[in-house]
């Protein structure tokens, strides 16, 4: 939380700029700062939600493809971006707009919302609408990251999304990643940690993104949980993916590594009993994560791409290696 004064500093300068419509040279005049002070503090204020930009992207449905999708793998839902942009990351808000419309339409009927770590939780939340309200309990639903990807760690997104909803945040007291998984279950039946667990576990929603275990861009990596080395050994022995930050293969099942023992939040399972886990991820290189996602079972809700979603009905994909 920043203090008031830090936030009256940013909205002021963010009035400069966004309403005003002052370049960063002169608010630094008008305010006797530098202009790389102003560029921070124009950062923080959009970090910190003091300033909330929300594109309405002009957002086309590929019907039919939903409606192939919902059969295929018994979805409740399927949610299909018609067309999309080239580049990955207007892709993912694109999407993540499209994902954020529908859990707004949830929401209303909702009392509580599990969400995990994730860009596409983030850009969900993001892509949420600013007035949109929501008195609903937000519950962090894996564990705290220590160090790497603050922004994106789950018990910063569910302080963000309550914060936004005017709801109420209850999170998950103990790291994502115990020493062993004898560890793991002992911190899973610490009192704090469990009621927490409970909670999660009898959420009406769930929001989860879909990793691919790509050493350039998995979130494993980037929180320092597993190195290149693994993730490239386990995609050789048959992983596909991760959700929840537990690693699964081809079929949905839950791959045969120590990490998925020694990660402390909810499981595939879990997931699997919520009456809506929603899953948004988006671009071709994720297809063979997403179908193994899909058949784990774990989730009833999918939003992706056009082409991401061709690739996951063709007929190659289907096969078992």
Known sequence: MIDSAQHELLAKVAAMYYERELTQSQIAAALDLSRVKVYRLLKEARETQVVRILIDYPLKRAGELEERLMRRFGLRQALV???????????????????????????????????????????????????????????????????????????????????????????????????????????????????????????????????????????????????????????????????????????????????NRRIIGVTLDELSALPQTIAVAAGVNKATAIVGALRSGALNVLCTDEATAILILADKMQGRP
């Open 81 to 259: 971006l018609g067309g999309g942009a080239t580049d990955g990351a207007l892709l993912l808000r694109q999407i993540a707009q499209l994902g954020a419309r529908y859990l707004e339409s949830l929401l209303a009927d909702a009392s509580s919302l599990s969400i995990c770590f994730g860009s596409s939780t983030y850009e969900v939340i993001n892509a949420i609408r600013p007035d949109f309200q929501a008195n609903i309990k937000v519950l962090q639903a894996t564990g705290s990251l220590s160090h790497a990807l603050k922004e994106f760690d789950s018990s910063a997104l569910t302080r963000q999304l309550a914060q936004k909803l005017g709801g109420e945040a209850l999170y998950l007291s103990c790291p994502l990643l115990a020493d062993d998984a004898e560890a793991a279950a002992i911190i899973r039946e610490q009192a704090v940690v469990a009621r927490t667990l409970e909670q999660v576990r009898r959420a009406d929603i769930a929001l989860v993104g879909i990793g691919d275990l790509d050493p350039a861009s998995s979130g494993f990596l980037r929180a320092g949980v597993a190195d290149s080395e693994q993730l490239r050994a386990y995609r050789a022995a048959g992983a596909v993916g991760d959700m929840a930050w537990q690693i699964f293969d081809r079929d949905g099942q839950l791959f045969p590594c120590a990490l």
